[in-house]
């Protein structure tokens, strides 16, 4: 297992038409969440599953934004209608419950919204 | 609701030099603290992870301290070279594993 990966790395759309992006996390990890970052600020939180439960979601996460994580696996995260505001870059993180909670996180996914 | 800071936003030193990252958070009952390492346009590398019982955590050139009582962390980088070079990210982990992040201290590490 290489790691977290996520897929595409660079999306660039046009205001109004829908995204997804999938994450796959490390295999034996049961946590799997998504951070957005803006340029020059720290990631924010969005959501996170244990399995295939989504457990919390951020107030940053509008009606817009829906996450999936169908078999408590890959994960997936699409945006509707999208905005000029929502061009950022998209990380996903996993982890194993009961371990330290250490985070490994993707390359993450640089959405361009024109 | 948890804050994390980081003072400076960014650094600029010489090579060889020792150089010290902070990072300060509001709320002491902080599960664990991890430092990470992003290269421009990159995701984050983990560097350190410190858990509460802890005071401390050693990575070659890289130390990290935790002081909950008063809400630090600091990262010492010795003998610093110009692959150093990055933004280095302290995040706090909230109740549910969650990650709040600071907002960055941009690192230069001139030859």
């Known amino acids: 297992d290489t790691g977290v990966s996520q897929d595409p790395r660079h999306k660039i759309t046009k205001r109004g038409q829908n995204v997804t992006f999938r994450c796959d996390p490390i295999?034996?990890?049961?946590?799997l969440y998504w951070y957005r970052q803006t340029l020059g600020q720290g990631p924010e939180f969005l959501t996170y599953?244990?399995?295939?439960?989504?457990?919390?979601k951020s107030r940053l996460l509008s009606d817009r934004f829906s996450a999936e994580r169908p078999k408590g696996s890959f994960s997936t995260l699409e945006i509707q209608r999208t905005e000029q505001g929502d061009s950022a870059m998209y990380l996903c993180a996993s982890s194993y419950e009961g371990g330290s909670y250490e985070q490994y996180f993707g390359p993450g996914t640089r959405l361009t919204v024109t | 609701k948890q804050e994390v800071t980081q003072i400076p936003a960014a650094l600029s030193v010489p090579e060889g030099e020792n150089l010290v990252l902070n990072c300060s958070f509001t709320?002491?009952?902080?599960?664990?603290l991890q430092w990470f390492r992003q290269d421009p346009g990159k995701g984050l590398t983990s560097l350190l992870l410190i858990q509460s019982s802890q005071r401390e955590q050693t990575s070659g050139r890289l130390n990290a301290s935790l002081d909950k009582s008063s809400g630090r962390s600091t990262l010492y980088i010795a003998a610093s070279q110009p692959g150093d070079s990055a933004t280095y990210l302290c995040?706090?982990?909230?109740?549910?594993?969650?990650?709040?992040f600071g907002q960055g201290t941009e690192l230069s590490v001139k030859p």
């Open positions: 709320d002491s009952a902080i599960y664990n």
């Open positions: 599953f244990q399995n295939e439960a989504q457990l919390e």
């Open positions: 995040a706090d982990y909230n109740q549910g594993g969650k990650l709040i």
């Open positions: 295999s034996e990890h049961n946590r």
